[in-house]
């Protein structure tokens, strides 16, 4: 609290500048020396002196910093209901999937539920389906209920609604099957039409760089007209145009799209006053000086004061694509996302800016990373590499999780058709990830570990092979492609316990695996026997991004073909930044 109160800012206006005071930087200094078997007396202590702040009208944060999240949020959509905001993203074969996010001033998020506890045709999701299944999810409210559509290119586009969006949401309704129909948002519109815009994925369709609309009926569950070409980007300048949000005002239709890449795009506003155009268009952000590039995927939200912002991603290739803010301002009922330093109608993305002004100040707020598995609810971070079934493991009030080994198939070649991976997003640009676990094994070739995933991917396993386990890195390259691993044994491991448990007997490992992850990307093992001093293990890997998503961080238990299933327990998994 004294700290809090000695960095107290000198009040400068409303410039973008503005100082940026908050607890929790200065807390981190302070305990940056403590282990972290403390860290739930730090957290409570973070808490305490937020809330004190808080209470005394301390400031908080006056300046927003892009990105606001250096982690994988991609081709979010938001709105806000009251003085709240929601946001979703593409989880792909994630499970679970599509995150609710939640922020009350577009800075501060936590993430808050998932809206699926599978994804479906359930039998085919059952098995890593990587690259398919919820592209670019659209949050919409409309008449007391919150809805979310997506396109899967396999299947076609789905909904989802709920009334209570941290609470269950509905089972998903098809709304039009089909192939290569992607990144749906809805429209309410003031007569009562409901409408659907979309884009193509040439992969499916072959064919893209186009945007059609469709109506659906009254209760937004079924397109009930063909579609009608809006737009197309087949013009020498916009080319794959993708991921449009639909949007009305002052008796305008918007869409606000991407076109021309992920890596290399821009932001594009249509404008029509027919929903079925003719559509005028413009380009309202591009990367211009900054080292932003992109600008990519996002949406628009008023807030509750009049303001406009626009949030979107920058792709970081193995971070992912990482959340920004940016200002918009409407002129001649054109958005100009961004700073319009030359004033040509068109934004740059900015690095910082001055806060939204949502009526309130909000304590500092950030997306939960560490879980010492203590409940019977897996951690919101957490998603599994297919839909869950028991087999995977198991959750408990016993202090741990456990994880069951997968069985490998008969003709194994890498991870990349293992299902029960446990990862979570890499949460910044340096980290580290540290996992206390206890290893179980009957069967020789059995093995658990801390794996960095991607279409790179490189963990540290241990693996049991006779009266001893045995320390491996192993390395794998376009995983995708069906590409051996390559495995260097680093050590030999006695057991730390061994005892009778049916017909074989049981061997455990007590170990303590970390990986330290630098710019670039680069990832630099290591383990422990006494949680005290860390060996580095094998050679720096460098993380590759997967299909579609970012890299990913977490553990994993196989058994080979034909044996039974070992296990691993973790106590905990701890994030360092």
Known sequence: ILCYTMNLPKQSGTGMMQSVVSIYPVAVLIWGKYSNREMN????????CNLVGYALGLPAQQTAVNPLIYADVPDM????VDDTYYMSSTTMHMVPGVPIMKSKDLVNWRLANYALKEIEPTIFFNAPQHGKGVWAPSIRYHNGE????WGDPDWGIFMVKTKDPLGEWEKPVLVKAGKGMID????????????????????????NSVITVCEMNAEGTKVISEPVLVFDGNDGVNHTIEGPKFYKRNGYYYILAPAGGVVTGWQLALRSRN?????????????GDTDINGPHQGGWVETCTGESWFINFQDKAMYGRVLHLNPVKWENDWPVIGEDKDGDGCGEPVKRYKKPDVGRIYPIETPIESDEFNTRQLGLQWEWHANYQDTFGFTSDLGYIRIYGHILSKDFVNFWEVPNLLLQKFPAEEFTATAKLKVSAKADGQQSGLIVMGWDYGYLGVVKEGDKFILNQVVCKDAEQRSPETVTHLAELPVSRRFGAGLYPNYERDIYLQVKVTGGGICYFSYSLDGRKYTLAGVPFTARQGKWIGAKVGLFSTAPYGKERGWVDADWFRIDK
Do not use: N
């Open 41 to 48: 007396i730090r957290r409570f202590f973070l808490l305490l």
């Open 77 to 80: 959509s938001m709105v806000r």
């Open 146 to 149: 919150f809805f979310i559509y």
């Open 184 to 207: 749906p948002t809805p429209l309410w519109d003031e007569d009562g039409k409901v409408y659907l815009v979309h884009a193509w994925a040439g992969s499916r369709a072959a064919f």
């Open 275 to 287: 929903v079925y155009g003719p559509y005028e268009s413009k380009i309202v952000m591009a990367q």
